[in-house]
Structures are given as structure tokens and as C-alpha cells.
């Protein structure tokens, strides 16, 4: 795993160049925001360590295998450490794929796997985990959850964005990195998001897949326009065929 100090409290740790995972330096410890894909329990801790403290949280962006894949081994590994994670994601881990009668009724995208972990606190729209203030970012999954550091304005965007193969909202197919995009739940709500998480006027932007943009509003807002004309692209060729 490759680490990068991006701030005095931002570290990037990336698995085989595209999977990251991120510490975020609090008084207490850090908090973990992701966990990678499975088997990065130990590699994950060492960085730690070797930054010179303990994880002494675990936050879920969203309930994909690529972000909690290793969440049971670190619960292993960690049990005291509070599990975080979205109310409406939640659900996933238990197993439950079913869609609410007030979500849109298109089907879900990308692995969810079931884990053995419970979460111990589940999160909302504007709660605090420590710093960090909790932003719902529904789309890429119904549960996406993205967080802002308070001191800092450091925006830490899960999969609402991704900066590999392209800076693109998630649900815009990028040919060099196309993940994200064929794992996107609802576009036209991943758009809403993206547009949130811009308005917030962040001074950087880390996802869970690409390397970390300082000052990024311009690339932001690129990717915004794009996404917003490919559905109403798409839009059109809908109402053409109806
Ligand atoms: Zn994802």
C-alpha cells in the first residue's frame, strides 16, 4: 500500500493504484475512512503505526466491496473501534438489497458484500465524526455519505467523484477507469450530489479512486457540465423512443 501525507491531518493510502482508503488525523487518533478491498486489515494498520497512531475509527463512505472489503478483519483487528457508516447503507451489510418505496426503483449496481461487522453509530445528514461534518451524497449509492474536514475544508468524496482516468461525477462512464460509473445506482441523483459537494466550496477534493485535487472547483464543476449534458443527452433519446 502506498501512503501519501497530503496535509498536517490527510493521508492517502492506495491499494494497486486505483482502491484508496484514508487516515484522517484527529486528537484522539485517526479515524479510517474507507477500508479498501479484502486482506488490507495489515497493511492498513502499519501505515498507521507507522505514522505514530492508533485507528480509533472506522467510517464507511458506502457499502461497496472496494471500501469495506477488509472492514471485518479491521473490526478483528480493532474491536473497540467504532464502525460508522450511513443509516441507509447499512442495510447492505446485513444483506438486505431491497429498495425503499420512496427510492427510485432502478436496480442497484456493483458488490455489495455482506459482513459479519455491525455498525455501532449510524449517520445522518450534518452529524459530526469528530472534525468532520457528514454530507449526504445519495447516488452512487442510496447511503453515500461524504465529509467535509471543518478545519480545513479537505472534502473526502468516496466514490461522488472520481479523479482517475478523468475527473468525472460518478455515473460518467470514463474509458481509462469505468468502475465507478458501472457501479452507479441512480445518475440523475449522483448529479444532485455533485452539485451539493460543490456548493460546499471545498479546498480539495479526495476520492476513493484518483489522486487528491487541490483547489478543484473548476474540475468540479467541469465534470458537473458533463454530466449534466449526457443526461440530457440520454433524456432526449428516452423521449425520442417513447
Ligand atoms: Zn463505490
Redesign the pocket.
Known amino acids: 500500500m502506498k501512503m501519501q501525507a497530503f496535509s498536517n491531518h490527510l493521508f492517502q493510502l492506495t491499494r494497486l493504484g486505483c482502491i484508496n482508503c484514508y487516515l484522517v488525523r484527529e486528537d484522539d487518533g485517526f479515524t479510517l475512512i474507507d477500508t479498501a478491498d479484502g486482506g488490507q486489515a495489515r497493511a492498513i494498520m502499519r501505515e498507521a503505526s507507522r505514522l505514530g497512531l492508533p485507528i480509533v475509527r472506522i467510517l464507511l463512505t458506502?457499502a461497496?466491496v472496494?471500501?469495506l472489503g477488509s472492514l471485518d478483519e479491521l473490526h478483528a483487528a480493532l474491536p473497540d473501534a467504532p464502525v460508522v457508516i450511513s443509516e441507509r447503507d447499512a442495510c447492505f451489510l446485513l444483506g438486505d438489497k431491497s429498495l425503499s418505496s420512496s427510492e427510485p426503483q432502478v436496480p442497484l449496481r456493483?458488490g455489495y458484500p455482506v459482513c459479519t461487522t455491525r455498525p455501532t453509530r449510524l449517520l445522518y445528514e450534518g452529524d459530526r465524526v469528530g472534525s468532520l461534518e457528514v454530507i449526504a451524497t445519495p447516488g452512487?449509492?442510496p447511503g453515500h455519505l461524504a465529509f467535509l474536514d471543518t478545519r480545513d475544508r479537505a472534502l473526502i468524496a468516496?466514490?461522488a467523484f472520481q479523479t482517475l482516468g478523468g475527473v468525472a461525477v460518478?455515473g460518467t462512464f470514463k474509458l481509462l477507469f469505468p468502475l465507478?460509473a458501472l457501479?452507479t445506482w441512480h445518475k440523475g441523483l449522483a448529479l444532485e450530489s455533485a452539485r451539493k459537494l460543490l456548493a460546499l466550496q471545498p479546498s480539495s477534493l479526495a476520492v476513493?479512486h484518483g489522486r487528491i485535487l487541490s483547489h478543484p472547483q473548476a474540475e468540479m464543476e467541469h465534470a458537473i457540465q458533463v454530466m449534466e449534458q449526457s443526461l440530457a443527452k440520454e433524456e432526449g433519446q428516452q423521449s425520442r423512443v417513447a
Open positions: 458506502h461497496h472496494d471500501h456493483g452512487h449509492t468516496g466514490d460518478a465507478p457501479a476513493g
